[in-house]
């Protein structure tokens, strides 16, 4: 249930050797800019794509739950339906970002770029310098389930369209409830009700919690195994300092925040620190895994699949579904802790209210037919392409429901998956790429109060509502003009690398938080937070400016 929001109209971390683009060599051609009569493919909605056997060249973001792009199922549907094949390159899951800026700035690219995340700032950068193809005349001509999603979600369309009026990219649509407010904490009931816990509400009965986990042996085998608390480095949301900061300051997904008008940073408040002494009392103790600051959502799912016992007592993150792989299914015993109260009272959790990722599929000039190009990611958003690259094949993977089923809007229902998503499979793409999924079709999933996933998910969203951040201090998704964009990304690095490592070290116990704040936010001014905070205004200023 991959989040929207983390893939969000946001900063990239690098815009590398922009001027390579433009010794490159590859500007666009004028008639790869336009739809052609001369467009080598069939008319809009009809299929096969293209007559004669076309290949496109795709670098994708690596999935650990895909075993291989070329022969995964839901590649051989599409290259069926659109007489398309698809040479991959499939980029590191982990260093994808970086890959992608080295193969922009050195030229040496592929036709599309799917699922690799290319933020507002590159679109803006390589359009204007021809590395990526304007994507209006080809809606225009050719699309027709393009159309539809900008009926059905009246902002995508606003949200996807740079300044200059161009659109570089097909998103991805995820209009997702528990996503939007996906800023979670995971608890082990059956550990709570062995030592009569009640869940906890505030930091200090969060704090005993994890102290009884740890001294009390809640897993009954007299060993000292149990973790009270773990996360890991990356999404979704499984950060700790997304969770529990939320108890002593609100801020959105970004830890940016809007107050009398002016945008500001979470991450240099006094609040902040407050917040970091409180996770370094939880260190100090014992009660978070130091493997927390080193491992990703691979590793911390590894934990949660311990096969002899549970270890874990609680976790950060957006869902339970890093246990989907546990014998017993184990995750359905992992409840979400609703927002904490911190010590001035705050009680909060961001709020996302839009439902889009934008820079999944992004057409280059090396495109030789960007026109089919561009058709196979309308083709995408269709409902029979997103339920098959998101679930699998209808019959096997999912079916329709039977007459009377319910969905989880409590209308009838339109699909039932019937296969467990996590797992490492070859049937569909794990969410990579553009699809479609509004909210009235993750809805309209089967609601089976025993195994449906969406169900439960809904339902423990339901815990984070009454505390959401109010719409109007949250950053909305921004343009930048070009020169800002390079600006920001160099920015935006600097800042997140240092506040992060900050993070680590000052949790850990490797930095005194006390004697190193000053300096710190001495840092964060030399880092020249203030110009990021200034260029983020002026963008939020002229956005109000036109509501």
Not at 35 to 54: L, M, N, R
Not at 247 to 256: H, M, P, W
Not at 361 to 374: L, S
Not at 469 to 479: A, E, H, M, T, Y
Request: glycine share 6%; proline share 6%.
């Amino acid at each position: 249930m991959k989040i929207a929001l983390t893939a969000l109209i946001a900063i990239t971390t690098s815009v590398a050797l922009l001027s390579a683009c433009a010794d490159s060599g590859q500007k666009g051609d004028d008639q790869k800019t336009e739809a052609s009569k001369d467009d080598q493919v069939t008319a809009a909605g009809e299929f096969p794509i293209t007559k004669e056997k076309t290949t496109l060249r795709v670098m994708v973001k690596g999935s650990s739950i895909v075993e291989n792009f070329a022969t995964n199922e839901f590649t051989k549907w599409l290259e069926e339906k659109t007489n398309i094949h698809i040479d991959w390159e499939v980029a590191p899951e982990k260093t994808f970002a970086e890959k992608l800026n080295v193969s922009l700035a050195s030229g040496d690219y592929p036709d599309v770029l799917l699922n690799m995340s290319v933020s507002p700032i590159q679109q803006s950068i390589y359009g204007k310098d021809g590395v990526f193809i304007p994507l209006n005349p080809y809606i225009d001509k050719y699309g027709v389930e393009m159309k539809k999603m900008f009926e059905q979600v009246s902002y995508v369309k606003d949200l996807i369209t740079m300044p200059d009026g161009k659109i570089y990219s097909v998103p991805q649509v995820n209009d997702c409830y528990h996503c939007s407010l996906g800023q979670k904490m995971w608890i082990y009931q059956p550990w709570l009700d062995k030592l009569g816990l009640k869940m906890p509400e505030t930091i200090d009965e969060f704090y005993q919690v994890l102290k009884a986990f740890k001294e009390k042996d809640p897993n009954g085998n007299g060993k000292a195994d149990e973790i009270p608390l773990v996360g890991a480095t990356n999404g979704p949301s499984s950060t700790l300092d997304l969770f529990l900061t939320s108890a002593f300051i609100e801020k959105d997904f970004n830890l940016r925040f809007v107050k009398d008008g002016k945008v500001q940073v979470a991450y240099n408040q006094p609040e902040w620190k407050d917040a970091l002494t409180y996770m370094h009392k939880l260190f100090a103790e014992g009660l978070i895994s130091p493997q927390t600051f080193t491992q990703d959502r691979n590793q911390l799912k590894q934990m949660g699949m311990n096969p002899e016992i549970p270890i874990t007592g609680a976790i950060a993150s957006q869902n339970q579904t890093v246990f989907v792989e546990v014998d017993n299914s184990r995750f359905k015993d992992y409840v979400s802790v609703p927002p904490l109260k911190g010590p001035s009272g705050i009680r909060s959790t961001a709020y996302n209210p839009y439902a889009v990722s934008a820079g999944q599929y992004v057409i280059t000039n090396k495109a030789k037919n960007p026109a089919a190009a561009f058709r196979m990611a309308d083709l995408l958003l269709s409902e029979e392409a997103t339920l098959r690259s998101t679930q699998g094949r209808p019959g096997q993977e999912w079916v329709r429901p039977e007459q009377g089923e319910l969905g989880v809007n409590g209308k009838q229902a339109v699909w039932k998956p019937i296969a467990t998503f996590g797992k490492l499979q070859n049937i569909h793409w794990a969410q990579a790429g553009p699809s479609l999924r509004t909210n009235d079709l993750r809805l309209s999933v089967a609601a089976d109060p025993k195994n449906s996933l969406e169900l439960i998910l809904y339902k423990e969203t339901k815990k984070y509502e009454p505390y959401k951040i109010d719409p109007s201090k949250i950053v909305p998704p921004l343009f930048f003009t070009n020169e800002q964009a390079e600006e920001l990304s160099t920015l935006e690095k600097t800042l997140t690398d240092y506040r992060t490592e900050f993070f680590a070290k000052t949790v850990t116990g490797s930095l005194d938080i006390d004697k190193e704040w000053n300096n710190y936010l001495n840092t964060l001014d030399k880092m020249n937070v203030k110009r990021y905070l200034e260029i983020y205004q002026q963008a939020y200023t002229q956005y109000k400016s036109k509501k």
